[in-house]
């Protein structure tokens, strides 16, 4: 689907706005803190039902406001559907053409939505669980089985944690053991499998946006010669003694290799997040590549930490990129996009939104 246009009303800086994007490319540019990056939230929150910049939804409320209000036309085979979120006190309410939507996952297959922004490093520096959540969003978009597995997984591994802090006799604790091995191991096989296919794309990608591949790997979460099963009764005294579970597919890993180096220990900050999109753009060509190519890529400041041929390289592989792309400049003449000789433009100051072309 794309993204036709954009409506939001009391969300961060912005009171009212309403964008008609184009269908290819939409630049917003203005200066610090105009609201430019507001808006590009603005669009993840209505793909993702969170933001990249928080994890506190409610600090995105407009001062002194009772809720923020999103609405998107997205236009597919089917013609133009509404897709609406409102979030305030009394919680969060999506709906599309309509009718409620069923969970995080239904609006992840409606408005499929990545993000490059200053904070993108973060992939690389930070811990394990945003390098789980980046590899799951891939698998969950080209493996149709992947969410019912992930759900069943998780369930078992909750049940299995809770039964260990609370001190239940081992039969208890075990009796999750069936579902948390069954469906562990498709998880972790659905992962590694989709490592596999994506590994070729990083690679690429990092040789054009920093002139070495981008290595990465992926540890499951247990020891490779063993069974998630043997791995399980391996670890039962740990698991006993601190109240959790230590083997499984909540513990994988994505290793990232840059010069035969990790990624995290060897480079600068400006690399980072080279890197970082090389991942990201990576796994949108994979996609692609699997029929299952991405809505929307939103751009944050992409001049941020990389001086000007390197930001040329960033800019020309974003722009090769077979998605509808949004994103911000403080200068629009700082961030041309050669390759894409059409769409529209924006300027934001104090949150008020106006049309150039």
């Not at 490779?224 to 230590?246: I, K, P, Y």
Request: net charge neutral; glycine share 10%.
């Amino acid at each position: 689907m794309i993204l036709d246009s954009l409506g939001v009303e009391d969300f961060r800086c912005v009171e009212l706005a309403s964008l008609d994007l184009h269908p290819r490319l939409n630049l917003i540019s203005g200066p610090n803190a105009s609201g430019k990056t507001s808006l590009l939230e603005a669009v993840f929150m209505l793909g993702r039902g969170r933001s990249f910049r928080t994890a506190h939804t409610e600090t995105l409320i407009r001062r002194e406001r009772p809720a923020f209000q999103l609405l998107g036309r997205l236009r597919g085979d089917e013609g133009p559907r509404p897709l609406g979120m409102r979030f305030g006190r009394d919680g969060m309410d999506v709906r599309y053409s309509g009718r409620p939507v069923l969970g995080l996952a239904e609006l992840a297959t409606l408005l499929p939505v990545q993000a490059i922004d200053p904070e993108v490093h973060r992939l690389i520096e930070g811990g394990p669980m945003e390098r789980r959540r980046f590899l799951d969003w891939g698998v969950f978009h080209v493996e149709p089985g992947f969410i019912g597995e992930w759900r069943r997984f998780q369930r078992a591994l909750r049940q299995r944690n809770a039964a260990l802090k609370a001190g239940q006799p081992e039969p208890l604790v075990r009796l999750w053991d069936k579902d948390f091995v069954e469906a562990g191991e498709r998880v972790a096989a659905q992962r590694a499998h989709y490592v596999q296919l994506l590994a070729p794309h990083v690679s690429a990608v990092g040789e054009r946006l920093l002139g070495s591949a981008v290595e990465i790997g992926l540890s499951k979460g247990w020891a490779a010669e063993r069974s998630l099963q043997e791995a399980l009764a391996g670890s039962w005294a740990r698991d006993r003694e601190r109240g959790l579970t230590h083997s499984g597919p909540h513990r994988a890993e994505i290793s990232v290799r840059f010069e035969g180096a990790t990624a995290r220990d060897r480079v600068s900050r400006g690399q980072q997040k080279l890197a970082a999109a090389a991942l990201l753009l990576g796994q949108l060509r994979c996609d692609a590549a699997l029929d299952s190519a991405v809505t929307v890529l939103l751009v944050d400041d992409p001049a941020a930490e990389l001086d000007s041929r390197h930001l040329e390289r960033l800019l020309d592989e974003v722009s090769g990129i077979s998605a509808q792309l949004v994103v911000t400049a403080l200068d629009p003449d700082t961030a041309p996009l050669a390759a894409v000789q059409e769409g529209h433009r924006f300027h934001v100051e104090h949150g008020v939104v106006t049309r150039l072309i």
